[in-house]
């Protein structure tokens, strides 16, 4: 071969290379940023367990009579999610992940019935109720 198709060939292997380089790059790049989006997700799906874990215990510490009222978001993330509340604490299902947090053990009924299995619906507002010691949880709107 002659000096001049040395380096062309040599040109074609750096460039291979590069592109190599860059796709792995491009893929690393995209699964971490696919990572953090599901981060974020989580965060606010945690930080709703939180709030209504806090409402019940809030509500369940003071007397008689005593309420606090939450409103949920519409969405997490522009993806609808899920609210269940029993005796074990409340869970979120969001973008098919769960969260979960814990209140202190109390009675918790939705509406005036003894169902202690709740969901409740993005985007509505709840009220909780200490009523006859145990949390009632009233749709508002």
Do not use: C
């Not at 040395?6 to 940023?33: D, G, K, Q």
């Not at 806090?54 to 009222?69: A, K, M, P, R, Y």
């Not at 979960?100 to 409740?120: D, G």
């Amino acid at each position: 071969m002659n000096k001049k198709g040395t380096i062309n060939l040599e040109f074609l292997i750096l460039i291979m290379f590069l592109l190599i380089l860059f796709s792995m790059l491009i893929s690393i790049s995209e699964n971490e940023f696919n990572a953090i989006q599901e981060t974020q997700n989580r965060k606010e799906a945690k930080m709703i367990t939180n709030d209504i874990s806090h409402i019940i215990n809030n509500v369940n510490l003071h007397s008689e009579g005593f309420s606090q009222t939450y409103q949920l978001p519409e969405t997490i993330n522009k993806e609808t999610y899920v609210v269940q509340i029993n005796s074990t604490g409340v869970y979120v299902n969001s973008h098919y992940q769960l969260t979960y947090n814990k209140f202190i053990p109390t009675n918790v009924y939705y509406k005036n019935t003894n169902n202690k299995n709740m969901y409740l619906k993005p985007g509505h507002e709840y009220k909780f109720v200490n009523k006859d010691n145990r949390i009632e949880i009233h749709q508002t709107n």
